[in-house]
């Protein structure tokens, strides 16, 4: 069982629209999490993080944390073109590494 | 980039050759990581370094050495590289529980 596994997408969503992300964790020692973006041929970019259960606002951008369930969720709330991206779904486990999901490819049609 | 800094950006290079790529970094991070990128599977984490001399091995290792002899430079060096090590290879630094700083990335190809 891979670390971090998240929706292999691609994912495309009409502007204007909300973008839901998923992310599952396998260690439940997991303590920290985190949602990079990465744009084709660019390097990755944190946009979110969030380290206690609910859910945490930044903008159009909502990351929500379940450690019950041990499951991640970015919610992109009115989409825009300049959004497509992948998006990669990060944890750490309160040590030096953070594991990365494979990530979940983003395209809004304008 | 956060004055993390990447080189070579490309290189080509032969199966059996040995190949060191360099990462540069202005902000006095402890902490600098490897990852290798490909399709499907994301970021993996190849070695990491909490400080100078101090290094760790990651999930993908098997190939790859590091040596961290400053602060500031953090250098990946594949033995004798193989096709399987063709990839995308970025340096980060930072505190992985709060926030890690890309480089810009090295395209390498093996043939």
């Known amino acids: 069982q891979k670390e971090v596994e998240q929706n292999s997408g691609p994912l495309s969503v009409p502007e204007g629209a909300i973008a839901s992300l998923n992310c599952t964790y396998s260690d439940r020692v997991s303590q920290s999490f985190f949602w990079y973006r990465q744009y084709s041929g660019k390097s990755p970019e944190l946009i979110m993080s969030?380290?206690?259960?609910g859910d945490k606002e930044d903008g159009r951008f909502t990351a929500q944390l379940n450690k019950a369930s041990q499951y991640v969720s970015l919610l992109i709330r009115d989409s825009q073109p300049s959004d497509s991206a992948t998006y990669l779904c990060a944890v750490n486990r309160n040590d030096y590494k953070l594991s990365f999901g494979a990530g979940t490819t983003v395209t809004v049609r304008a | 980039d956060a004055g993390i800094t990447q080189s070579p950006r490309h290189k080509v290079t032969e199966t059996g050759t040995p190949v060191t790529l360099r990462c540069h970094q202005t902000?006095?991070?402890?902490?600098m990581y490897w990852y290798r990128q490909d399709p499907g599977h994301g970021l993996r984490l190849i070695h990491y370094?909490?400080?100078?001399?101090?290094?760790d091995k990651g999930e993908v290792s098997d190939g790859y050495s590091v040596s961290r002899s400053k602060t500031e430079d953090f250098l990946l060096t594949l033995e004798s590289a193989t096709s399987s090590q063709t990839s995308v290879y970025f340096c980060a630094a930072g505190r992985a529980e709060e926030k890690l700083f890309f480089g810009s990335g090295t395209q390498l190809s093996v043939l």
């Open positions: 902000e006095n991070h402890r902490y």
């Open positions: 370094s909490y400080g100078v001399k101090d290094t």
């Open positions: 969030i380290y206690s259960n």
